[in-house]
């Protein structure tokens, strides 16, 4: 049987091995940081987010998770935090209400009231409102970088993003998302300007689909070109859709040392 270019769980023997790593190491991690947890940024009780400080006036990178827009939670990548704070970085991870339940514009409009809510209260938190970047796997890939077409941020990272969401709408995905052709391409970022310029650096893993989460990640470059990002792309050696993301626990990994150059 083929599989589709972004059916990634089916490109690895086990998803849950992954899953149940990212969720251990986060649950430790919260217990070595100095974490504010569960802070309320909406309405819903899906719209809280999670705030580790590196130290008054550090530059904030906030993290959007995948999970194809219907499961995981930030809780599952608190350890990220292990890399960017000793690099001077504080850490935020957002949570958002998960399709079906939550239609896909009400994604991205959650994500976007989360960023908004951290800039306004960025005195409470002591981080730097000029130095507030986004990033996410994934799902949270396509979300931080909506987030960018409407929002201004200092940087985006995109690692495994989706960015086209006609290829998705075409996919076992829209089983969930329920997208027709007209709000595929109105929810896709690559059909918008970003709201200013700044610097996007997108990546996938070498052993991901060349027509699948590669070809997404160059779509997102070549569309905000344009608008004058400097914008790059580039594959991570030797990895797949989860092993990426470990890459971000360490601190001396050039994947977290690139983060942590574009949030400064």
Known sequence: MTLHPLDSAGTVPDIAVWL???ARESATTRTERACL???????????TLDFFPAGAGAPLAIFIHGGYWRRLDKDDFSYIAQGLLPLGISFAAINYGLAPETPLREIIAQCRHAVKWIRNNNDRLEINPARISVFGHSAGGHLAAMV???????AVATISGLHDLDQVRE????EWLGLDEREARAL?????????RFRLYATAGQRESEDGFKAQARALVDAWKPYGCAAEYEESPGDDHFTIMMRLMNPSDPLTKKIAELAR
Do not use: L, W
């Open 20 to 22: 149940e790593r990212y």
């Open 37 to 47: 947890r569960n802070i309320q940024y909406g309405e819903t009780h899906a719209e």
């Open 148 to 154: 960018a077409v409407d929002i201004p941020v200092h």
């Open 171 to 174: 996919s076992f995905a829209n």
């Open 188 to 196: 896709s970022p690559i059909r918008f300007a970003p709201a200013r």
